[in-house]
């Protein structure tokens, strides 16, 4: 893509990043074919192509208004895109880039500066997400049907985190939203990885993995966030953990991008990229960890599963697939205990989570929620599970069968 950019655009440094991300993109149109928005929308400015040019006439210094930042805003960042691209366009790197800039430059109105200053501030405290989902639930009873789907239920009886220590350890990360939602998933995690002897550790003081700032274009917060995690899990890299562990898919898109969010930060820069280096899909410790037993034990682990299980559907979030590139990894681990997945088309689109996605942009996450589960579904499955606490919640709010983690469900079958 041949960009005229001002010369003093181009000899700084985020000018060379854009004009060296931005030129491998051939206008192939490949992307059209896999972007959910233009799917649904069919307008090639709402599709990765059609947005590349919007970004490229802001960099070049066309004025930009209201309705570049509507398109922006409506891409999910799922980066399927990225998954089908054949010249490796980085779009993601440039969209969060572009929305960076465009946030300094349109001004939004009032309400829609309160929404997301608002979400960006009580989504990412743990505390706040806690004190917000409590007073949902106390009033449920009487809250609108609509707003009554969102608040999620008290989770069942909760399991016990396991209490051997074992010579090898890892730190998960607790993060802001899973832990009030669905605390189970982390607890499962731990228990699963205890049975491959493995003690997987809670840390005080870690937070928000900064995705939501990024995705809301307030890069500053999203560093503050990458900084915060990296003082507090330092200490336990130093002894020696061998990975930090992360359970929210979306969340290990996020932190295994540390390394070039904390790029231009003197003190952390090299600290970001060993953090990343470290980070790990729960997916991949688990079969790395099968993957040195011997084919007996497999089969103790297939006949601890028994021969009772139903058919389940996998919801392979994009930031798992698309983000982390760690597409049908989940898929190969469960078919390897022997679990029967029902097909699942279109699993390379996004289901309208996507972060804060679906309460910014309500009605297209509700089509493409109701798109997904027509997908899951078609194959009758008893059980769809996840590994993304945003899918989980979104998904659950309409599916005919119930919705889980893998690893719940795996830690439950387990058990």
């Keep these: 893509m041949h960009a005229q950019f001002d010369p003093e655009f181009l000899v700084t440094e985020k000018g060379q990043e854009v004009a060296a991300l931005l030129k491998s993109c051939v206008h192939c149109g490949f992307c059209l074919a896999t972007c959910p928005t233009y799917q649904l929308l069919g307008d090639e400015q709402d599709s990765p192509r059609g947005r590349l040019y919007l970004m490229k006439g802001m960099w070049e ?5 209201s309705r570049t930042q509507l398109h922006l805003d409506r891409c999910l960042t799922c980066r399927a ?17 572009a929305r960076e800039q465009v946030e300094r430059q349109v001004e939004r109105p009032a309400w829609q500066r309160l929404l997301r200053q608002g979400l960006g501030h009580f989504l990412s405290r743990r505390e706040w997400v806690r004190l917000v ?10 809250l609108p049907v609509a707003l009554k789907a969102r608040v999620p239920k008290l989770p069942g009886t909760q399991p016990v985190w396991p209490t051997l220590r074992h010579t090898r350890r890892m730190v998960v990360l607790e993060g802001c939203v899973q832990p009030v939602l669905a605390p189970q998933i982390n607890v499962a995690a731990a228990r699963v990885l205890d049975r491959l002897g493995i003690t997987l550790e809670r840390v005080q003081g870690d937070g928000c993995c900064g995705a939501l700032h990024h995705h809301l274009g307030n890069h500053e917060s999203a560093i503050l966030a990458a900084k915060k995690n990296v003082d507090v899990w330092w200490p336990l890299i130093k002894q020696g953990v061998e990975a930090i ?26 600290k970001g990229a060993r953090v990343s280096s470290l980070a790990r899909d729960v997916s991949e410790v688990v079969a790395s960890e099968l993957g040195k037993f011997e084919e007996h034990a497999w089969q103790d682990i297939r006949d601890a599963l028994g021969s009772d299980i139903l058919p389940v559907a996998f919801q392979s979030p994009c930031s798992l697939q698309h983000g982390q590139k760690l597409k049908g990894h989940v898929e190969r681990l469960l078919e390897s205990l022997g679990v029967v997945l029902t097909p699942v088309p279109e699993s390379h689109l996004c289901c309208g989570s996507a972060g804060t996605y679906s309460l910014l942009q309500p009605g297209i996450a509700a089509q493409l929620r109701q798109r997904k589960l027509k997908s899951l579904e078609s194959g009758r499955p008893m059980r769809i599970l996840t590994a993304n606490i945003g899918c989980q919640e979104h998904l659950a709010m309409e599916a005919q069968v119930p919705v889980q983690h893998w690893i719940v469900w795996l830690d439950e079958k387990l058990s």
């Design 61 to 65: 210094g066309q004025v930009v208004s």
């Design 81 to 97: 895109c990225e998954t089908t691209c054949p010249s490796g366009v980085q779009y993601g790197k440039l969209l969060d880039l």
């Design 133 to 142: 989902v409590g007073v949902g639930r106390f009033f449920r009873p009487v």
């Design 245 to 270: 562990v992360l359970t929210a898919s979306g969340c290990g898109s996020q932190i295994k991008d540390y390394g070039y969010l904390l790029r231009h930060e003197p003190d952390y820069a090299d």
